[in-house]
Structures are given as structure tokens and as C-alpha cells.
């Protein structure tokens, strides 16, 4: 699975432009502020639904447009077909297609395009809130396992009918009820997550060039309980949310679960954080997003895509020389940006090059 062809219609200073896509490596390059990165945002919003720079799509429909508009058409190379998706937004309303039929969610498309983004501040991966990481290690499951989102949906629907128990009294008399239904699928949600974060774990050794200065990082689960309770054991788990209670009306939200589960990243027992340096922070994260491109890759079918934007601005030259020498193994789509071509030219021989400039992309 990759990418033939992009279309970008909207999109900050892009007003429309087409690229016809190489299978491997695909170079974008040109002046800041040419229009680059909107075109990687525009690849995430038909991926993702959502730019990886703002959440607000109205910061990113081109002034004086109503409407931003995302295409593709997608190469299916088992199969040996192809066929298009697109997506088009407006401040208010959404519409996808799929193979020229309208679907309501955005999960449909994005099983279509698996894309990991590394980005300058993609170190927050690292440093940042739990969410960030929850959301990083969804991603792979949501690829791995498919009845993995409906039981995410559900768990959010059930969360939010508890937590309004527990806000209001008139509805108290249902917390019962709605605990019961988190409780089954905490279980659920953690086994998807410990599977997922083993083929992340295991993935990473395709960086272990890139590591190098850092160390190859040990990666352990939060449940989203504490550690001594067992989050595969519902009677445990039932125990536990009676013994909270109070706390949590108190509080009026549920304090535990699925919902607070972390990713926590450790060199030598001790959180990456506390020990590593800026530099070291960035090749983590760099390094664990390239393994959870190829842990959501499961099958062939599902190929994945690798999108960087401007990272020589982030790395040295010898960690650049590593990260270069990692990407040019893969089997992954790449979508590189840089603001000159030779660099990017010599370390891709194959690659296919396009100049982008005030919005407008043009293959040379």
C-alpha cells in the first residue's frame, strides 16, 4: 500500500497542486514558508483527520476558501490495484470517500493510510503528557488489531456516561451500571496495548545505528492503575473502583483506567527524561516513531508511510548520516522535506523530486 498521487486544494498558501508520487522516496523541497509542511499537513488530515501542527481546522483552510480538500489515489501492490479517498472540511462539516463511496468516519480512511510524521516537535513524543503516548501506542493497535477502535469507542462512550455520574447527583444511580462496563473493557483495551507495545519494542532494533549515543530504550505499560493492582483481573479491578469511590465523587471524573494508561520510556530502569540529553530526546523519539511505522505495517497490505519535515534542523550530521542510512532499508513510502534538494538527492539516489514553491509543487 502506497501512495501514486496527492492533491491538496486549500490548504494554508496551497490553493491546488498535484504530485505524482515515487514509490520509496519522494524529496520536497524549497524556501520556509513555501508551503512544504502544509502539504504534510494536508497529508495528515486525510490520514488523521487533523493537522500535526493545530487542532482547529479552520487555521488551516486557505484565507478567503470555505474549504480545504485532500486526495490520494491509493496502490494496493498484492492486490495490484488502486483506487482514490479524499476528504474535504469546512469549519463545521466533514465529507470522506472511499473508492468513490461517502463513509461517516474517519477511521475508515484512515485504515487506508497508515502515516507516521516525524516532525521538529515530534520530541514531545518523549517529554510531553501521557495522552501523547497513549494516543502513539493506539495508533499501532488500531493498525494490528482489527476490533481494536470499536472497543476504544466504546470504552469513550462508557467513560463519559460514568464521569457524568459521578458529576451529578441525579444521575448517581447509574454509576453501578456504567462501572460494571468499564470494568469489562479495561482487560480489553490493555491486552491490545501490551501487544502493540511488544511489536513496537521489537521493531525498534531497525534504529539501532540511530541509538547509538542514546541507548536502546526499555519500554513498560501503565496500566492507568496503580502497580499493584492487576488491570487483566476484573474481580481486582472491582475491588479497587468500590475503594475509590468517594475519591472519585469527590472528584467528580474517573481518576483510574484505560484512559490514564502511559507509555513510559526508560534507559538503564530510569525514566529517559531524567538522563538524556536534548539531542538524545530527539533520537528517541525519531527512533520510536520509525518502529511504530513498521509495527502498524503488519502485513504488506499495509505498508506504511513515513512523512519528516525539516528534520536536519533538529539532528547533527552524524545522526543524520544514521537516520538516512535507517530510512534508506526500509520498505516504507518516504515523504521527506528540506529546504535544499543536494543533500537530500545524495542521500536518495532514486528519490523523486519535487520544488515546492508559494504553494505550488512541481516535479523536476
Not at 480538500?69 to 462539516?93: F, L, M, R, W
Not at 497508515?114 to 495508533?139: Q, Y
Not at 456504567?178 to 519494542?201: D, F
Not at 526499555?218 to 492507568?224: A, T, V, W, Y
Request: charged fraction near 20%.
Amino acid at each position: 500500500m502506497w501512495l501514486s498521487r496527492l492533491s491538496v486544494s486549500n490548504c494554508r498558501i496551497v490553493a491546488d497542486t498535484g504530485l505524482e508520487l515515487a514509490q520509496h522516496a519522494n524529496v520536497l523541497f524549497g524556501d520556509n514558508a513555501s508551503g512544504k509542511s502544509s502539504l504534510l499537513e494536508a497529508l495528515a488530515v486525510l490520514s488523521r483527520g487533523r493537522s500535526f501542527r493545530t487542532p482547529r481546522i479552520a487555521d488551516l483552510i486557505r484565507r478567503g476558501a470555505s474549504e480545504l480538500t485532500v486526495s490520494a489515489k491509493v496502490e494496493n501492490g498484492i492486490a495490484g490495484d488502486s483506487y482514490p479517498i479524499g476528504i474535504s472540511k469546512t469549519s463545521q462539516d466533514t465529507r470522506i470517500r472511499i473508492n468513490h463511496a461517502d463513509v461517516q468516519q474517519q477511521a475508515e480512511l484512515s485504515s487506508h493510510l497508515p502515516l507516521t510524521l516525524i516532525h521538529p516537535g515530534s520530541v514531545e513524543l518523549v517529554t510531553g503528557s501521557p495522552a501523547l503516548r497513549r494516543a502513539f501506542l493506539d495508533w499501532i493497535a488500531f493498525y494490528r488489531f482489527a476490533d481494536f477502535n470499536q472497543a476504544w469507542r466504546n470504552y469513550q462512550r462508557i467513560l463519559r456516561q460514568r464521569n457524568a455520574c459521578l458529576r451529578d447527583p441525579g444521575q448517581r444511580y447509574a454509576l453501578p451500571q456504567w462501572t460494571e462496563q468499564l470494568l469489562a473493557l479495561q482487560p480489553v483495551l490493555y491486552r491490545y496495548r501490551v501487544q502493540a507495545l511488544q511489536a513496537l519494542q521489537a521493531d525498534l532494533q531497525i534504529s539501532v545505528a540511530l541509538l547509538e549515543g542514546a541507548g536502546m530504550p526499555h519500554l513498560q505499560l501503565g496500566s492507568g492503575f496503580p502497580g499493584s493492582v492487576d488491570a487483566e483481573d476484573v474481580e481486582s479491578l472491582r475491588h479497587f473502583f468500590h475503594d475509590k469511590r468517594e475519591q472519585e465523587l469527590k472528584q467528580g471524573f474517573s481518576l483510574y483506567g484505560a484512559h490514564r494508561a502511559d507509555l513510559h520510556i526508560l534507559l538503564e530502569g530510569i525514566p529517559a527524561t531524567r538522563v538524556a540529553s536534548r539531542g538524545q530526546l530527539k533520537l528517541l523519539a525519531v527512533s520510536l516513531l520509525l518502529a511504530q511505522s513498521h509495527a502498524a505495517a503488519e502485513t504488506d497490505t499495509k505498508r506504511g508511510i513515513i512523512a519528516i519535515d525539516d528534520l536536519a534542523s533538529e539532528l547533527d550530521e552524524t545522526n543524520l548520516q544514521a537516520l538516512y542510512n535507517t530510512l534508506r532499508m526500509t520498505q516504507q513510502q518516504l515523504i521527506i522535506t528540506g529546504t535544499h534538494p543536494d543533500p537530500l538527492r545524495q542521500r536518495f539516489a532514486d528519490a523523486r523530486l519535487f520544488h515546492v514553491k508559494h504553494g505550488q509543487a512541481s516535479q523536476q
